[in-house]
Each structure stands twice: as structure tokens, then as C-alpha cells.
């Protein structure tokens, strides 16, 4: 442990907070009044300081307001004590009495135990609680995923973990080892462990940062359309090509509430030492989503012309996307019942927005015109009128 007396342990030590839902704790914890110190790397283009200051001037923008401005320290949760240098590890320990462990790998697939999602995932987890160790921090929230429960059926509890279930990927795997970890941690007082379903867009403006679950399936159909020839892409067809009972029902959350719980338990003492499944209570069905994809890509995604000289074959479709459909499909089984008793005493005063056919052709909009992350700039995280008027309230 780092002998250094604290002084002002008011600052909350988050990681992930470029990320999508890092940046919506890092925006609702600042708007809290909650002070920040913030784990980053460097990008190929910028240091971890423009990083975060180009997140929080954004939001700045687009709330009208200012906001006080996290303190930002250079690190890599794959290195030991998570890259911290000594003077920033002190000035942890001086001033971070809770850390909000949320980076995490979201790569699928992978054996190999020194490249992602292990690294980031477990070994980084276990990088973070050495830097919790060292630094005497008192509270521990962890986010995890609701899909540590693999491929269970029936109704998965809060507090379960591993009992022996299989699992969809390496994903799922490395979670539940990082989770077990956390859980198993000796030195804060208290350990809080909170589970997301599929992370979709703002429920608001249909922002998104990264393009997996939902976004998948919609680019394969955005991809069948605007590569290949095939005149329409029908709902049904993309299920059939997926593989999955049209009947199963899918757990999305969106990426305002998500946060929005996530920002509340870890400033609420009665919210420490439990586990939450941060999960929307009506999933919602894949004929629901085949249609969504449909409707989507008829309206938003230019469609291939036969005369186009990048067109593609389907043999091509089959080849490139083969593989990947495989990571498709583990997103698309029947999700379990996931308990929210803990959700619902603690945050039930925040409702889950309703994921209705508008919010999500809403989100399915922003991540087309996006071109699902390779348009030139960044949207801004603004509402647009073009897909329906949502209001600003949720419900
Ligand atoms: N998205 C979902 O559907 C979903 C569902 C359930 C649970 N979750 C969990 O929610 C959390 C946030 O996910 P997200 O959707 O916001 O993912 P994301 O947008 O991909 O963000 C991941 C964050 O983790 C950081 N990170 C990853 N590896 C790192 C490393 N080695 N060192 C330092 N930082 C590292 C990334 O930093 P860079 O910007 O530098 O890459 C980024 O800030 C994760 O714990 C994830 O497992 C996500």
C-alpha cells in the first residue's frame, strides 16, 4: 500500500471512460457534482487528456452548460498497476476513496490468453485491483455484463454466477472470470457489480460510439443491400440467414438509462455489495428486429445498382461474412429471464425507456448515416427530426 495520508478522498476513479457508457457516467456523474480522475490511454491521434477533453466539451455543447473537468491519468489497464506512474498513484491514494471499473474488452473471440478479450478483461481486472490494494480504495463498482450467465434458460438470479453453464464466447468467458475477481476482492469494504444487457443507442437522439448486438445485424442487412444486388432484404431472410427462432426475444438497454442507474448506485451507500442487472423488463422479439432491419435499410441504405461497377456476388457475401456470422448468431439466442429485484428497489424510480419501433428505427438511422463508425467525423449527439419525434422524457 502506498504510505501517503489521504487527504481530500472525494474523487471517484473511473476506467473506460472514452467508451460509449464511460462517457455517459463520465457526463452524469460530472452533472451530479460528482469530482473524476479518469484512467485513459493515448489513440493513434490524440493523448489521454484531448481525449477527455473533446468528450466533455462535446457534452458541454450539447447541454449548454459547463462542466468542471475530470483529472486525467495516462495508463493501460494491460499494464502492471494499470500503467499509473508513481506520482499518480499517490495522488489516487491522496484523493480516490471508489473506483468505477468499466473498461472492458468487447472482442468476441479469442483463446489466446495474452491477446483481447482476455488481456483488458483479466488481466486488466486484475492490474486494477492491485492499483485498489495499493491506493486503500474503500468501494469497488465493477461493470460486468448480464450475459456472465453463457447460454442458461429460465430465469438467471442477481447474485448467480458460475454454475457451471456454457458459454456463447470468449467474451462471456473472460466477464465472468473478471467478475468472480472482483467479487472475490479482499481489500475495499465494499464490492458492487453492475450487469448490463445489449447496450443499444441514446433512447433520446439514437447515438452510438461502438456498433455491436443490434448494430450487427442491422450492418449485415445494410451490407446485403448496398453490396449485393439483391433488390430487397426482407426481415424473415435475415433471420433465416442468422439462424434464430424468430419467437426468441432479445435484452436491449439503452445507453442514457444504463448510465443513469450506473451513476445512481455508486453514489448510494445502499446500493453497495449487491449486484444489479441493469436489463430492460420487456425484451424485445427478433421479428421485432427482422422488421426493424428491413424497414431500416429500405429507407436509410442506398441499395446496390446492377450496374455498380464494387457490386458484389453473393458467393463474396458468403465468403466474407461466413465467419462472422457465427458471432451474430451467439448475439441472437433466446435470452433467460434476467432477475431485477435489486434494479428495481434501488433505481426503479428511473424508467427503462421503452425500445419502440421509432426509438429503435431512430438508432438504426444514426448508426446508418454513421456508416456504422467509418463516416468521416463523429455525429454529434444530436436529436434528429427524420425518424419521428420522440419528446424528451423517457417512458
Ligand atoms: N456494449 C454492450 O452491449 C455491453 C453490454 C453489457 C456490458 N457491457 C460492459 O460495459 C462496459 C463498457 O462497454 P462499452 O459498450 O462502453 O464499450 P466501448 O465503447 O468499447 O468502451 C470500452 C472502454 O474501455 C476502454 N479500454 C478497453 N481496454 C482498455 C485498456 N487495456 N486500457 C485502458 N482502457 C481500456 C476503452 O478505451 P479506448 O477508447 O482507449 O479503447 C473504452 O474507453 C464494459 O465493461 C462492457 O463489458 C457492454
Known amino acids: 500500500m502506498i504510505d501517503i495520508p489521504a487527504v481530500d478522498r472525494q474523487h471517484l476513479l473511473v476506467t473506460g471512460a472514452t467508451g460509449l457508457l464511460g ?7 460530472l452533472l451530479d457534482g460528482q469530482p473524476l480522475a479518469v484512467v485513459v490511454r493515448r489513440s493513434r491521434r490524440e493523448s489521454p487528456e484531448a481525449r477527455i477533453e473533446r468528450i466533455v466539451s462535446d457534452w458541454e455543447i450539447e447541454l449548454g452548460k459547463r462542466l468542471p473537468r475530470p483529472r486525467v491519468l495516462a495508463g493501460d ?49 486484475a492490474n486494477m ?4 490494494r495499493a491506493t486503500d480504495i474503500e468501494h469497488l463498482h465493477h461493470v460486468s455484463t448480464a450475459y456472465v450467465c453463457g447460454l442458461r434458460a429460465g430465469t438467471v438470479a442477481e447474485d448467480d454466477l458460475d454454475v457451471g453453464q456454457d458459454f456463447g464466447n470468449d467474451y462471456e468467458r473472460s466477464k465472468v472470470e473478471a467478475e468472480t ?11 458492487t457489480v453492475y450487469r448490463p444487457s445489449i447496450i443499444v443507442g441514446d433512447s433520446h437522439t439514437g447515438f452510438t ?16 443491400l448496398t453490396k449485393v444486388a439483391l433488390g430487397s432484404t426482407s ?16 435484452n436491449f438497454v439503452p445507453v442514457d438509462w444504463v448510465s443513469a442507474v450506473i451513476a445512481h448506485g455508486v453514489q448510494k451507500p445502499e446500493a453497495r455489495g449487491r449486484t444489479f442487472h441493469v436489463t430492460h423488463p420487456e425484451p424485445v422479439s427478433n421479428v421485432a428486429i ?28 458468403a465468403d466474407n461474412l461466413s465467419a462472422q456470422l457465427d458471432v451474430y448468431r451467439s448475439y441472437f439466442r433466446n435470452d433467460p429471464t434476467f432477475d431485477r429485484a435489486n434494479t428495481e428497489a434501488i433505481a426503479g424510480h428511473i424508467p427503462c425507456p421503452t ?25 454529434r449527439r444530436t436529436a434528429d427530426p427524420v425518424a419521428g419525434t420522440l419528446g424528451a422524457s423517457v417512458g
Open 77 to 125: 489497464l494491460t499494464a502492471p498497476r494499470c500503467g499509473l506512474s508513481d506520482a499518480d498513484l499517490g495522488w489516487v491514494a491522496r484523493h480516490c476513496s471508489g473506483v468505477l471499473h468499466n473498461a472492458a474488452s468487447l472482442s468476441f473471440r479469442g483463446s489466446d490468453r495474452a491477446a483481447e478479450p482476455w488481456l483488458s478483461n483479466v488481466t486488466g481486472t
Open 235 to 250: 426481415g424473415p431472410a435475415i433471420l433465416r440467414l442468422l439462424g434464430v427462432a424468430p419467437s426468441s426475444k432479445k
Open 23 to 29: 462517457s455517459y457516467l463520465v457526463r452524469d456523474l
Open 209 to 224: 460510439s461502438t456498433y455491436h448486438g443490434l448494430f450487427a445485424v442491422l450492418r449485415l442487412g445494410h451490407t446485403l
Open 355 to 379: 425500445l419502440d419501433h421509432s426509438r429503435l428505427m431512430r438508432m438504426a438511422k444514426f448508426a446508418i448515416d454513421q456508416d456504422f463508425g467509418r463516416a468521416p467525423r463523429p455525429a
Open 290 to 317: 427482422g422488421a426493424l432491419v428491413q424497414e431500416a435499410v429500405e429507407r436509410y441504405s442506398k441499395a446496390a445498382s446492377p450496374d455498380d461497377p464494387e457490386l458484389c456476388d453473393e458467393q463474396w457475401f
Open 181 to 191: 475477481m472482483i467479487r472475490a476482492a479482499t481489500g475495499p469494504a465494499s464490492v
Open 129 to 132: 485491483l492491485d492499483v485498489v
